[in-house]
């Protein structure tokens, strides 16, 4: 399984679990996904842990209702510029991975670029089964 994959996972089952802190294996793209997340106020702060040379994150989450994968790492989905669909996308915050690296949905329809679908975080619950 992809690192990025395994430790947004970790930080929404620990968030679902009741748990505000969540310790996450290092990668860079997953400090990017970290940093959009904590730009989009989903996150409070994070932090990076050194231990015996081995690298962690430390997230302390703020909220995150709802978080829908949509390209796993078996299964890549990609959008082009003119399928973004703006009903959806103005609950929520999507990430877009670009040739110009990782994005939201907002700043690909700016750019007007397309690419990889990661995923998508709703602000509440909106009935998620007729969006997907």
Request: proline fraction near 1%; charged fraction near 15%.
């Given at each position: 399984?992809?690192?990025?994959?395994?430790?947004?996972?970790?930080?929404?089952?620990?968030?679902?679990s009741g748990k505000k802190i969540s310790l996450c294996?290092?990668?860079?793209?997953?400090?990017?996904?970290?940093?959009?997340?904590?730009?989009?106020?989903?996150?409070?702060?994070?932090?990076?842990?050194?231990?015996?040379?081995?690298?962690?994150?430390?997230?302390?989450?703020?909220?995150?209702?709802?978080?829908?994968?949509?390209?796993?790492?078996?299964?890549?989905?990609?959008?082009?510029?003119?399928?973004?669909?703006?009903?959806?996308?103005?609950?929520?915050?999507?990430?877009?991975?670009?040739?110009?690296?990782?994005?939201?949905?907002?700043?690909?329809?700016?750019?007007?670029?397309?690419?990889?679908?990661?995923?998508?975080?709703?602000?509440?619950?909106?009935?998620?089964?007729?969006?997907?």
């Amino acid at each position: 399984m992809k690192v990025y994959f395994d430790n947004i996972n970790r930080i929404f089952n620990s968030y679902n679990s009741g748990k505000k802190i969540s310790l996450c294996n290092y990668s860079n793209f997953t400090m990017l996904l970290l940093n959009i997340f904590h730009e989009n106020n989903f996150l409070e702060n994070y932090y990076l842990l050194i231990i015996n040379n081995k690298k962690y994150i430390i997230v302390l989450v703020k909220n995150i209702f709802y978080l829908k994968f949509f390209s796993k790492p078996s299964n890549k989905i990609f959008i082009k510029y003119k399928n973004i669909n703006n009903f959806l996308f103005n609950a929520s915050i999507g990430i877009i991975n670009t040739n110009f690296g990782l994005m939201t949905i907002k700043e690909c329809k700016k750019i007007g670029i397309g690419g990889i679908l990661l995923l998508i975080i709703l602000f509440g619950y909106l009935g998620i089964k007729y969006y997907c």
